[in-house]
């Protein structure tokens, strides 16, 4: 079992940046790999980013690639999301998820484990 908490999230304007922590308990921080997703009112849950369970690998969805960086520290085990650059467009419910195995995926069916969620909006 995994439990994930997220944290960081809040009102900021446009242009600006946030930071996401996700502190994880339970299972081995370093067995899986981890995820952000976020969803937005009467939007499906999208994928953001990932991180494989090293921290070696990251991959990105189009939409936030430059503007966002996943980081992991497997000491504290914790996800972080950085989020600069922030557009209204990114406002959303931001969740981070622990994954089935060590490789990173883009896929919401390979993530097992969801946290509570933390609202991100982005004012223009």
């Known amino acids: 079992q995994v439990q994930l908490v997220e944290s960081g999230g809040g009102l900021v304007q446009a242009g600006g940046s946030l930071r996401l922590s996700c502190a994880a308990s339970g299972r081995t921080f370093s067995d899986y790999a981890m995820g952000w997703f976020r969803q937005a009112p009467g939007k499906e849950r999208e994928f953001v980013a990932t991180i494989s369970w090293s921290g070696g690998r990251t991959d990105y969805a189009d939409s936030v690639k430059g503007r966002f960086t996943i980081s992991r520290d497997n000491a504290k085990y914790t996800v972080y999301l950085q989020m600069n650059s922030l557009k209204p467009e990114d406002s959303a419910v931001y969740y981070c998820?622990?994954?089935?195995?060590?490789?990173?995926?883009?896929?919401?069916?390979?993530?097992?484990?969801w946290g509570q969620g933390t609202q991100v909006t982005v004012s223009s």
């Open positions: 998820a622990a994954a089935r195995f060590l490789r990173t995926t883009i896929h919401r069916d390979d993530y097992a484990y």
